[in-house]
């Protein structure tokens, strides 16, 4: 029988990359918090911040995020924040997950549901031109309503559910595809843009199948469904494929996100990042006239009113 590193009784889990054998309690307690905390402090994610919103979509990623800030951090105030976006057979249980969460931690909530307050969802962009990449289309709105939302409850910072395998996925899909522009922008913290508040990822070194872990033996209410739009992504694909390296090669998430983290700061000098202006439609800060979601939802208007002509 395996015995846990941290208190000596039975361990039930065992880490590769850190060749550790720990039980569930010395994990929830110690270990998964501990991390979080140090994360935190080692990028100056939460300094000046009291007041702080937390995205939260229902899934695993989110659940594990909300508890374990508020057992890491117990006098932040902590404000969840959840987009309903009509997704069909997802989103009413995702929002129900949520409300159980929210309710349980004592966490206060604010719920956007799109089609109430802006009439389309999702799905409703198969239709136009960004329909093949709803995954990226999906990313944009919830990005830019999340920060939206954030910027008018006055929160001091955004914290979102992005963990360590993520944040590799992408930084390797930012490289290989020469985005040196998006690739630095991959940091776990990004400094506020006002309105917008400043946006922090305290699961930056949280791998993904330990918020699992974390939010199984804690029993938190989420959301098992996958998205019905997700599948064939290219994140997902990336992500199993950078699975079958960690399993031969344990640590190599860890040490792919730090040969980033070494690079990142040589690049950033010679990469140009984009003059912020305002978007011409809402308003709002955008590297373009036309913001992103703008454009989108223009092309989404378009789409529709075509439909009742
Ligand atoms: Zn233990
Ligand atoms: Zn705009």
């Known amino acids: 029988m395996a015995r846990c590193r941290l208190c000596g009784s039975e361990a039930e889990h065992y880490l590769p990359y850190a060749r550790l054998w720990i039980c569930s309690r010395c994990f929830v307690e110690r270990f ?3 991390r979080i905390r140090r994360t935190v402090e080692a990028y100056k994610m939460l300094e000046g911040s009291e007041k702080v919103a937390v995205a939260v979509s229902g899934g695993k990623d989110s659940a594990a995020l909300l508890h374990s800030l508020k057992e890491a951090f117990p006098t932040l105030r902590l404000i969840a924040i959840h987009l309903n976006l009509g997704i069909q057979g997802y989103s009413e249980e995702a929002q129900r997950s949520v409300e159980e969460l929210c309710r349980s931690l004592n966490v206060e ?5 799109l089609k109430a307050e802006e009439g389309f969802t999702i799905g409703d962009f198969k239709a136009t031109r960004y329909g093949r ?8 709105v919830k990005r830019r309503r999340l920060a939206k939302i954030a910027g008018r409850l006055g929160v001091d910072a955004l914290a979102t559910g992005h963990n360590l395998d993520d944040t590799v996925e992408s930084l390797l899909a930012a490289f290989t595809g020469g985005d040196f522009q998006q690739l630095v922008r991959l940091k776990p913290v990004l400094p506020a843009q006002p309105p ?3 946006k922090i990822k305290p699961f930056h070194r949280t791998p993904e199948r330990e918020a699992l872990l974390y939010a199984e033996i804690l029993g938190l209410p989420f959301n098992r469904r996958r998205c019905p739009h997700v599948s064939g ?5 990336g992500k199993s494929l950078l699975d079958l390296w960690e399993a031969e090669e344990p640590g190599f998430k860890y040490r792919l996100l ?6 990142i700061p040589l690049l950033e000098p ?3 990042q984009p003059e912020y202006t305002y978007c011409r439609v809402c308003g709002l800060p955008s590297s373009q006239p036309l913001c992103a979601d703008c454009k989108r939802i223009e ?7 075509r439909g009742q002509n």
Do not use: H, Q, T, W
Request: aromatic fraction near 10%.
């Open 233 to 237: 992504s290219r994140s997902l694909r």
């Open 109 to 113: 909530l604010e719920v956007y549901d």
């Open 258 to 263: 730090a040969a980033f983290e070494r690079l």
């Open 196 to 198: 917008f508040p400043k």
């Open 270 to 272: 010679s990469v140009a």
């Open 299 to 305: 092309a989404l208007k378009r789409v529709l009113n």
């Open 133 to 140: 990449k709803l995954c990226a289309v999906c990313g944009v």
């Open 32 to 34: 998964f918090p501990n």
